[in-house]
């Protein structure tokens, strides 16, 4: 939205208040009795400015002018000042004619505050108070009172005119001036701008207050009579009187471009004593204007030609007058508190100022702040930089701050070093709490060795710090990078090295660090040091808790963590019960976390709502749940729930997962930008996923190049997506070409790893956002993991074992540079699993099963903080933590004839709370029928994947359903493979053969197999595109 909607929007009246309130109640209602319609289409446009516009068609100048009359009041006529940079009269717009009507009559009882005699003239303004004490014993006196009470309408200007001639005669007359100048001064017509003048001059001298002055200027300007608008000005300037027509007389000379006219405008009311109040009330009007920015830069360059010739012709009084004026419109009509404006047009502005040596910093100051408060943080960070390289201009310790702020949000390490070297030129050294909030900034980066070397420079200034806030920042950086060991010896430190006692927040701290580490032990020591220290938890603390539980899908835990900080009495925040909301996603209850979130919805929380919405989106996305998308996007828009980025993550990401990859990418690139949301690295990295997996390659890259054009720090979520995507495109490449072209070579992804190696490290994982193909995995281990399990699973899965080893050697050479005991990914494990399978080193594959299953329990243990001898429960979230290595183990023990230890193996985990996914108990199934475990692997497929079987899509086909029909039978995520049937079918055959031969065995497995799995043997008889006579060798 344009900034000078904003500024008319901002002139209504607010006594229409009540009128909006019943528009937003009759908006509800529809969206209540019709939640799905239209809903897809509405979210992608602005919905904020959307309501702005209803508001401003429906409640906004329209009421006081009808369509007609906003066109260019300024077209007719001649001009009485010149400016050799001025526009033609027809250059102007409609827009700005809106702008130039922009003060309505109520405006005339809006101006209370201005100290002189009027004040209670201007209050008698409104038309009931005007009127109310008119005679009534005359007819025509009683006509125009009626009419001067019903709505403001140009056709009925004639009949109040011939009214109040007919009044002349009459008593009180004078009080009819007042509103019927406000009806004439705001018509459109010539004729009754004329008579506006005529009522004027019929008004006593000593009668006309600043109102008066104020419509006829609107008049006058209405006639192009410039000069006579100036020359009211003046008298009511020489009256002592404020808000009499200036500022409207002056935003017509801005907009006009007559240079001469402001400038004498300005000076006969520019009050020196009030720079700040008057300067900025002076300017209401111009600041409205469309193009006002580009009148300035027009002001900017006319001031610097003026200024060739002071030699020659120019008296330097109004040079400096000139200069003055400059300073004002910018300050008063530019620089205010929001800024919306292109970040060309302000520096070009700033770029046309600096040879006039106007180097406030008041001005650079302002400008900075207005744009942060806008959210065009960007331009307020290259205007800051524009900054730097003007003389004698010293930027406030305010400005430093929040545009430090600024870099911290982009991650911007080389602007925040900027910040940080300019606390030392402009003011010798940063100030304690500079210090302070530049190590919270960089510890928030994760980065170390800068929270450690600007703590030296600290210590050497201000000597042992006196609070823990910069000993927080030393404890936080080490516990986002997962560390805990060094996050404790910091903590130690408190105590020991600087003699303060550990705050909760210092605790909190200490929690996370373990929590990050996912270290259950840890967290339940932590906190029971915590209160045997005598510190009582905080919101934070059961918030960290909460989290933890939550992110481990322990229900109890959360739910056990929930119940305590009822106990304790702490206020609730929308990060508690967001992060129960998602304890139960993970639990696999999306119904009773979306009942959750309805119940929390209407009570008093404390931080935004839109965490515990976002959860359930994102829910939804994962499940393609389109239905479920829309309507709890339905419901946050009847609520009023603002979108963050997060939110348009999970729209974006369950686009990319119905295969809308370009609908996706629009939101990135039109939609966000639009709506004011910042698009971070995670945002890029569903876009490139998408394509990667669409097998469009270039789009993948392309998106990166986007992101990296706007100044977008990778992190690790693009990495990976980008290892992916490479690695993927080098193996096509490498399939595509002839056979004896040699061994397999991922140079690409081995290319863009080494980069990765050299610029990233563990500060990676310090990211405030979810973090792409880490999914149950370890957290510290993801780091360097995460960057070499897929290239090392495709080197192996292809059968070059001896280059995905030597890339495990690499791996352990980078992980040991951040720990000496390198930790591992479940997905790594998998990874080495299938490279030794495929050469036939089963003892490997043994020994990383058995590490793969020691991790899984440390990821499975659950928070049990007040009976820790509780039997442990896998958590639903992490019941398939295992599945991918079970399924290399297991080939493993078939292939070694270890059929039995398979049959084992599975009860094991079924016993230990772990669960087969629906390719595991294919591939068991499949195992077994291998090696002939007919009966086992017929009961085992007949209890976990026939449950709801429908039949073979082809023969569904042939019984005449058409595809809509067949997709909407009842599916399961557990159904058995073509493959698993052609085992199957194999061995039942060969038991037939059994049977007719006369085996007794073979006649009461059958009749074993009829008895207890009748829908899989209905699955074999049935089976398509078999060559073999499958029903004959049942029946027989």
Same mark, same amino acid.
């Given at each position: @939205?344009?900034?000078?909607?904003?500024?008319?929007?901002?002139?209504?009246?607010?006594? =229409?208040?009540?009128?909006?309130?019943?528009?937003?109640?009759?908006?509800?209602?529809?969206?209540?009795?019709?939640?799905?319609? +239209?809903?897809?289409?509405?979210?992608?446009?602005?919905?904020?400015?959307?309501?702005?516009?209803?508001?401003?068609?429906?409640?906004?100048?329209?009421?006081?002018?009808?369509?007609?009359?906003?066109?260019?009041?300024?077209?007719?006529?001649?001009?009485?000042?010149?400016?050799?940079?001025?526009?033609?009269?027809?250059?102007?717009?409609?827009?700005?004619?809106?702008?130039?009507?922009?003060?309505?009559?109520?405006?005339?009882?809006?101006?209370?505050?201005?100290?002189?005699?009027?004040?209670?003239?201007?209050?008698?303004?409104?038309?009931?108070?005007?009127?109310?004490?008119?005679?009534?014993?005359?007819?025509?006196?009683?006509?125009?009172?009626?009419?001067?009470?019903?709505?403001?309408?140009?056709?009925?200007?004639?009949?109040?005119?011939?009214?109040?001639? %007919?009044?002349?005669?009459?008593?009180?007359?004078?009080?009819?001036?007042?509103?019927?100048?406000?009806?004439?001064?705001?018509?459109?017509?010539?004729?009754?701008?004329?008579?506006?003048?005529?009522?004027?001059?019929?008004?006593?001298?000593?009668?006309?207050?600043?109102?008066?002055?104020?419509?006829?200027?609107?008049?006058?300007?209405?006639?192009?009579?410039?000069?006579?608008?100036?020359?009211?000005?003046?008298?009511?300037?020489?009256?002592?009187?404020?808000?009499? /027509?200036?500022?409207?007389?002056?935003?017509?000379?801005?907009?006009?471009?007559?240079?001469?006219?402001? $400038?004498?405008?300005?000076?006969?009311?520019?009050?020196?004593?009030?720079?700040?109040?008057?300067?900025?009330?002076?300017?209401?009007?111009?600041?409205?204007?469309?193009?006002?920015?580009?009148?300035?830069?027009?002001?900017?360059?006319?001031?610097?030609?003026?200024? =060739?010739?002071?030699?020659?012709?120019?008296?330097?009084?109004?040079?400096?007058?000139?200069?003055?004026?400059?300073?004002?419109?910018? *300050?008063?009509?530019?620089?205010?508190?929001?800024?919306?404006?292109?970040?060309?047009?302000?520096?070009?502005?700033? =770029?046309?100022?600096?040879? $006039?040596?106007?180097? %406030?910093?008041?001005?650079?100051?302002?400008?900075? @702040?207005?744009?942060?408060?806008?959210?065009?943080?960007?331009?307020?960070?290259?205007?800051?930089?524009?900054?730097?390289?003007?003389?004698?201009?010293?930027?406030?310790?305010?400005?430093?701050?929040?545009?430090? &702020?600024?870099?911290?949000?982009?991650?911007?390490?080389?602007?925040?070093?900027?910040? $940080?070297?300019?606390?030392?030129?402009?003011?010798?050294?940063?100030?304690?709490?500079?210090?302070?909030?530049?190590?919270?900034?960089?510890?928030?980066?994760?980065?170390?060795?800068?929270?450690?070397?600007?703590?030296?420079?600290?210590?050497?200034?201000?000597?042992?710090?006196?609070?823990?806030?910069?000993?927080?920042?030393?404890?936080?950086?080490?516990?986002?990078? /997962?560390?805990?060991?060094?996050?404790?010896?910091?903590? %130690?430190?408190?105590?020991?090295?600087?003699?303060?006692?550990?705050?909760?927040?210092?605790?909190?701290?200490?929690?996370?660090?373990?929590?990050?580490?996912?270290?259950?032990?840890?967290?339940?020591?932590?906190?029971?040091?915590?209160?045997?220290?005598?510190?009582?938890?905080?919101?934070?603390?059961?918030?960290?808790? *909460?989290?933890?539980?939550?992110?481990?899908?322990?229900?109890?835990?959360?739910?056990?963590?929930?119940?305590?900080?009822?106990?304790?009495?702490?206020?609730?925040?929308?990060?508690?019960?967001?992060?129960?909301?998602?304890?139960?996603?993970?639990?696999?209850? *999306?119904?009773?976390?979306?009942?959750?979130?309805?119940?929390?919805?209407?009570?008093?929380?404390?931080?935004?709502?839109?965490?515990?919405?976002?959860?359930?989106?994102?829910?939804?996305?994962?499940?393609?749940?389109?239905?479920?998308?829309?309507?709890?996007?339905?419901?946050?828009?009847?609520?009023?729930?603002?979108?963050?980025?997060?939110?348009?993550?999970?729209?974006?990401?369950?686009?990319?997962?119905?295969?809308?990859?370009?609908?996706?990418?629009?939101?990135?690139?039109?939609?966000?930008?639009?709506?004011?949301?910042?698009?971070?690295?995670?945002?890029?990295?569903?876009?490139?996923? /998408?394509?990667?997996?669409?097998?469009?390659?270039?789009?993948?890259?392309?998106?990166?190049?986007?992101?990296?054009?706007?100044?977008? &720090?990778?992190?690790?979520?693009?990495?990976?997506?980008?290892?992916?995507?490479?690695?993927?495109?080098?193996?096509?490449?490498?399939?595509?070409?002839?056979?004896?072209?040699?061994? *397999?070579?991922?140079?690409?992804?081995?290319?863009?790893?080494?980069?990765?190696?050299?610029?990233?490290?563990?500060?990676?994982?310090?990211?405030?956002?979810?973090?792409?193909?880490?999914?149950?995995?370890?957290?510290?281990?993801?780091?360097?993991?995460?960057?070499?399990?897929?290239?090392?699973?495709?080197?192996?899965?292809?059968?070059?074992?001896?280059?995905?080893?030597?890339?495990?050697?690499?791996?352990?050479?980078?992980?040991?540079?951040?720990?000496?005991?390198?930790?591992?990914?479940?997905?790594?494990?998998?990874?080495?699993?299938?490279?030794?399978?495929?050469? +036939?080193?089963?003892?490997?594959?043994? !020994?990383?099963?058995?590490?793969? @299953?020691?991790?899984?329990?440390?990821?499975?243990?659950?928070?049990?903080?007040?009976?820790?001898?509780?039997?442990?429960?896998?958590?639903?979230?992490?019941?398939?933590?295992?599945?991918?290595?079970?399924?290399?183990?297991?080939?493993?023990?078939?292939?070694?004839?270890?059929?039995?230890?398979?049959?084992?193996?599975?009860?094991?985990?079924?016993?230990?709370?772990?669960?087969?996914?629906?390719?595991?108990?294919?591939?068991?199934? !499949?195992?077994?029928?291998?090696?002939?475990?007919?009966?086992?692997?017929?009961? $085992?497929?007949?209890?976990?994947?026939?449950?709801?079987?429908?039949?073979? &899509?082809?023969?569904?086909?042939?019984?005449?359903?058409?595809?809509?029909?067949? %997709?909407?039978?009842?599916?399961?995520?557990?159904?058995?493979?073509?493959?698993?049937?052609?085992?199957?079918?194999?061995?039942?055959?060969?038991?037939?053969?059994?049977?007719?031969?006369?085996?007794?065995?073979?006649?009461?497995?059958?009749?074993?197999?009829?008895?207890?799995?009748?829908?899989?043997?209905?699955?074999?008889?049935?089976?398509?595109?078999?060559?073999? =006579?499958?029903?004959?060798?049942?029946?027989?």
């Amino acid at each position: @939205m344009e900034p000078w909607w904003t500024s008319m929007l901002e002139g209504e009246d607010s006594g =229409d208040g009540h009128q909006l309130d019943n528009v937003t109640e009759r908006r509800r209602q529809r969206v209540s009795a019709n939640p799905f319609s +239209g809903f897809l289409l509405e979210f992608l446009y602005p919905s904020g400015a959307l309501a702005l516009i209803r508001q401003f068609t429906s409640y906004g100048l329209g009421k006081w002018e009808s369509p007609a009359s906003r066109h260019d009041i300024f077209s007719r006529g001649k001009r009485s000042y010149m400016s050799s940079t001025c526009r033609s009269d027809v250059e102007l717009g409609s827009q700005v004619s809106e702008v130039v009507h922009l003060e309505s009559p109520s405006d005339s009882h809006h101006i209370r505050t201005t100290g002189n005699a009027d004040a209670d003239q201007i209050a008698l303004s409104p038309v009931a108070a005007a009127t109310s004490s008119f005679p009534k014993h005359t007819s025509s006196l009683k006509a125009l009172h009626d009419l001067l009470q019903k709505p403001l309408l140009a056709s009925r200007n004639n009949k109040l005119w011939r009214l109040y001639i %007919k009044c002349l005669g009459l008593a009180d007359t004078d009080q009819l001036a007042l509103p019927l100048l406000e009806r004439l001064s705001y018509s459109r017509h010539q004729r009754d701008a004329e008579r506006a003048v005529q009522l004027f001059h019929d008004i006593p001298f000593h009668k006309r207050a600043a109102v008066h002055y104020r419509l006829v200027v609107k008049a006058y300007l209405s006639l192009q009579d410039v000069q006579q608008a100036l020359n009211c000005v003046k008298e009511s300037s020489e009256r002592g009187m404020a808000n009499s /027509g200036e500022h409207r007389l002056l935003a017509y000379a801005v907009d006009k471009g007559l240079w001469d006219l402001g $400038l004498e405008t300005w000076k006969l009311h520019f009050d020196e004593t009030n720079t700040s109040a008057r300067n900025h009330r002076l300017w209401r009007l111009a600041r409205a204007l469309p193009n006002i920015w580009g009148q300035a830069l027009t002001l900017a360059k006319y001031t610097k030609t003026q200024f =060739d010739q002071i030699q020659d012709t120019l008296d330097s009084d109004r040079a400096l007058s000139l200069l003055k004026f400059i300073r004002s419109l910018v *300050l008063g009509s530019l620089l205010t508190r929001h800024i919306s404006v292109k970040e060309e047009e302000i520096l070009s502005l700033f =770029d046309a100022l600096k040879p $006039l040596k106007l180097r %406030k910093p008041a001005m650079y100051n302002r400008a900075i @702040m207005g744009l942060i408060r806008s959210g065009s943080d960007k331009a307020a960070g290259r205007l800051y930089r524009h900054l730097r390289g003007v003389e004698h201009t010293t930027p406030s310790q305010k400005t430093m701050h929040s545009i430090f &702020r600024v870099f911290c949000s982009f991650r911007d390490v080389h602007g925040m070093q900027m910040l $940080l070297d300019d606390w030392f030129r402009y003011y010798q050294a940063p100030s304690r709490s500079a210090y302070e909030m530049t190590m919270a900034a960089f510890a928030a980066q994760g980065n170390a060795q800068m929270v450690d070397e600007i703590f030296t420079l600290f210590l050497s200034r201000f000597g042992r710090p006196k609070t823990l806030i910069p000993l927080t920042s030393l404890l936080s950086v080490h516990a986002r990078r /997962g560390d805990v060991g060094e996050t404790a010896n910091q903590f %130690k430190r408190i105590a020991g090295g600087f003699k303060l006692k550990p705050d909760v927040a210092c605790w909190n701290v200490l929690l996370s660090a373990h929590a990050r580490q996912d270290d259950v032990e840890g967290v339940r020591r932590c906190f029971d040091e915590m209160k045997g220290d005598g510190i009582r938890p905080d919101e934070y603390t059961i918030g960290t808790l *909460l989290g933890f539980c939550a992110n481990r899908g322990d229900i109890e835990g959360a739910e056990d963590m929930y119940r305590l900080s009822e106990h304790l009495e702490l206020k609730k925040t929308t990060v508690m019960i967001g992060s129960l909301v998602l304890a139960y996603i993970n639990d696999g209850q *999306l119904g009773r976390a979306e009942t959750l979130v309805k119940k929390f919805s209407t009570t008093d929380l404390e931080g935004p709502p839109t965490r515990m919405w976002n959860h359930i989106l994102t829910a939804f996305a994962s499940r393609r749940d389109g239905d479920g998308i829309s309507r709890t996007l339905q419901r946050m828009q009847l609520l009023e729930v603002p979108l963050d980025g997060m939110t348009y993550s999970a729209l974006m990401q369950f686009l990319v997962n119905i295969g809308q990859v370009t609908a996706a990418y629009r939101i990135l690139k039109e939609v966000m930008p639009r709506e004011g949301i910042r698009a971070t690295a995670f945002h890029y990295s569903i876009i490139m996923e /998408g394509f990667a997996k669409q097998g469009d390659l270039g789009a993948a890259f392309g998106v990166l190049q986007r992101m990296t054009k706007r100044n977008i &720090r990778p992190t690790i979520s693009t990495h990976i997506v980008l290892l992916k995507a490479t690695a993927s495109a080098d193996l096509t490449e490498f399939k595509a070409r002839p056979a004896e072209y040699g061994s *397999l070579k991922l140079a690409g992804a081995e290319n863009v790893l080494d980069e990765l190696l050299l610029d990233a490290d563990a500060s990676q994982m310090a990211v405030n956002e979810p973090i792409k193909g880490i999914k149950g995995q370890l957290l510290p281990a993801v780091y360097p993991a995460a960057f070499f399990d897929f290239i090392i699973f495709l080197y192996g899965r292809e059968g070059f074992s001896e280059k995905a080893l030597d890339l495990y050697d690499r791996y352990l050479i980078a992980a040991k540079k951040e720990n000496p005991y390198p930790l591992h990914t479940i997905k790594l494990i998998a990874a080495l699993m299938a490279t030794h399978l495929q050469g +036939g080193r089963y003892v490997e594959v043994a !020994q990383y099963w058995g590490l793969a @299953m020691k991790i899984a329990r440390r990821q499975t243990a659950r928070l049990n903080l007040a009976d820790s001898s509780t039997p442990n429960q896998v958590p639903s979230s992490r019941k398939y933590l295992l599945t991918t290595p079970f399924r290399h183990h297991a080939k493993s023990l078939s292939e070694q004839g270890k059929i039995d230890e398979l049959i084992t193996l599975v009860e094991f985990l079924n016993q230990n709370g772990f669960e087969l996914e629906n390719c595991s108990w294919n591939l068991s199934i !499949q195992l077994l029928a291998l090696n002939r475990r007919t009966l086992l692997a017929f009961e $085992l497929c007949e209890t976990h994947l026939m449950r709801n079987w429908a039949g073979w &899509r082809l023969q569904l086909r042939e019984k005449g359903m058409t595809n809509r029909q067949i %997709k909407r039978l009842p599916k399961s995520p557990m159904r058995p493979s073509y493959t698993t049937i052609s085992h199957l079918a194999e061995v039942f055959l060969e038991t037939s053969h059994s049977k007719r031969t006369g085996s007794e065995d073979a006649k009461n497995l059958i009749a074993n197999l009829k008895l207890k799995c009748p829908k899989t043997i209905n699955a074999v008889q049935n089976l398509p595109g078999s060559e073999i =006579d499958l029903g004959r060798g049942i029946s027989g």
